[in-house]
């Protein structure tokens, strides 16, 4: 029997509330592998967010490929995408 495996596409989250952080901590309470593509970098907490940095698109791009041609993708989640361009990525 193999691990069943999904992919999160969404912003990392310093804090670890949010997030791919969190996303990837709701997979494994599930019993199902994660894996990610990091859209954007945040400064974040509990108190707020101080910054959001959009991972460029052809970064985003290489990441979303480089899982895909790895691993069998049975779910996806998409959280924080910051453009346009990433929704289309």
Known sequence: MTIPAA???????SGGGAGIQAD?????????F??????????????GIRRIDAVPT???????AAVLDDIEIGAIKIGMLSSAAQIEA
């Open 7 to 13: 992919l999160t596409i969404a912003g990392s989250d």
């Open 24 to 32: 990837l901590k709701t997979f494994l309470d599930h019993g199902v």
């Open 58 to 64: 052809e970064g985003l791009r290489a990441q979303l």
């Open 34 to 47: 994660g894996t990610s593509a990091i859209a954007a970098v945040t400064a974040q907490n509990s108190l």
